[in-house]
């Protein structure tokens, strides 16, 4: 099992950004795809981004590709997701999963995740 620690959420503008951060512990975590969700009050978690275990795969929901951006320091265990652009629906409370394989799109997919992290915007 992984653990997972989310933190960089907050308020901010539309139109502003943010950085979130997740770090991890636990085995091979390198070798785990990771991605982010995010759930908005009365809604469904939803899929935001997921990276591979490498780094070399990346794939973003149609909502936020262009704006948003994954990448991971495997020598920190720690992945990251740079939200540009940001706009009132993007609020959220964002959280971080890792899946045993080695990329994933499907929530179902991913057995570790944080606690999660808030992030709202404000016209």
């Known amino acids: 099992q992984v653990q997972l620690v989310e933190s960089g959420g907050g308020l901010v503008q539309a139109g502003g950004s943010l950085r979130l951060s997740c770090a991890a512990s636990g085995r091979s975590f390198s070798t785990r795809g990771t991605g982010w969700f995010r759930q908005a009050p009365g809604k469904e978690r939803e899929f935001v981004a997921t990276i591979s275990g490498t780094g070399g795969f990346t794939y973003y929901a149609d909502s936020v590709k262009g704006r948003f951006t994954i990448s991971r320091d495997n020598a920190k265990n720690t992945v990251y997701l740079q939200m540009n652009s940001l706009k009132p629906e993007d609020t959220a409370v964002y959280y971080c999963?890792?899946?045993?394989?080695?990329?994933?799109?499907?929530?179902?997919?991913?057995?570790?995740w944080g606690q999660g992290t808030q992030v709202t915007v404000s016209s």
């Open positions: 999963a890792a899946s045993g394989r080695a990329i994933a799109t499907d929530a179902a997919d991913f057995s570790s």
